[in-house]
């Protein structure tokens, strides 16, 4: 029954490496997000997609690449891992853009970087 | 950009107290403001939002003002309990693909 769902929950890997981590939503959304929360809890945007186009891309490290093989997953492809990159990473998703509708998060991805 | 500021950080209230935060935009033209709480380990949750057409919205112990003209938002919990304890949020929009700017976060602890 679990609205948005993400793996892993937990990952910790060396500098250097490459991991993805996945998101699923099963509400029928049409756009899903990835946000990136700090240490100090700071949530930030990074990319949105809407109906598997992505739609907002900030100012984020190429290192980071998402993909959304259809409107119900959006993954997140990270290259290269840095000691800065370690946070927790949330996927949300809305009916639509624009906000209209609430969004929703999935319980986060809590990685670190060694 | 939209700029969004928290305060206070942390707040604590004794339990049956109220409890204010209060943020503030930059952007005159944002017009949805959504508030967010988090609890430890769990991702965000929207417990009320308002438009900007609207100067108020009460939903039982939660309720929201919004003043346009001087761009801050307030929520406002009363008859605080201990499971109102966790990180509220608030967030501005103001394009059109759902771009939210968050504030920095509000720790609140409700003591019995």
């Known amino acids: 029954d679990t609205a948005v769902s993400q793996t892993p929950k937990y990952l910790v890997t060396q500098m250097g490496n490459d991991k993805s981590i996945k998101c699923e939503q099963n509400?029928?959304?049409?756009?899903m997000y990835w946000y990136k929360q700090d240490s100090k809890k700071f949530l930030k945007i990074m990319f949105s997609?809407?109906?598997?186009?992505?739609?907002i891309n900030e100012t984020v490290p190429n290192r980071f690449s998402p993909k959304s093989p259809d409107k119900a997953h959006l993954n997140l492809h990270i290259n290269s891992l840095e000691l800065g990159d370690s946070a927790v990473y949330f996927c949300?998703?809305?009916?639509?853009?624009?906000?209209?509708?609430?969004?929703?998060f999935g319980p986060g991805t809590r990685l670190l970087v060694l | 950009g939209e700029n969004v500021e928290q305060h206070p950080s942390t707040l604590s209230v004794q339990e049956g107290d109220s409890a204010v935060i209060k943020c503030t935009y930059s952007?005159?033209?944002?017009?949805?403001f959504p508030w967010y709480k988090q609890e430890l380990g769990k991702g965000p949750q929207l417990i009320i939002d308002?438009?900007?057409?609207?100067g108020e919205k009460k939903d039982q112990r939660i309720a929201v003002t919004l003043n346009k003209t001087a761009k801050h938002f307030s929520l406002h919990i009363t008859e605080t309990q201990p499971e109102d304890s966790a990180v509220y949020f608030c967030?501005?929009?103001?394009?059109?693909?759902?771009?939210?700017?968050f504030g920095a976060g509000t720790q609140v602890v409700v003591t019995p």
């Open positions: 997609y809407n109906n598997k186009e992505l739609i």
């Open positions: 308002i438009r900007s057409n609207v």
């Open positions: 949300a998703s809305s009916q639509e853009p624009g906000g209209r509708e609430t969004q929703y």
């Open positions: 952007d005159s033209a944002s017009n949805y």
């Open positions: 509400l029928g959304h049409d756009t």
């Open positions: 967030a501005a929009r103001t394009d059109s693909w759902g771009k939210l700017q």
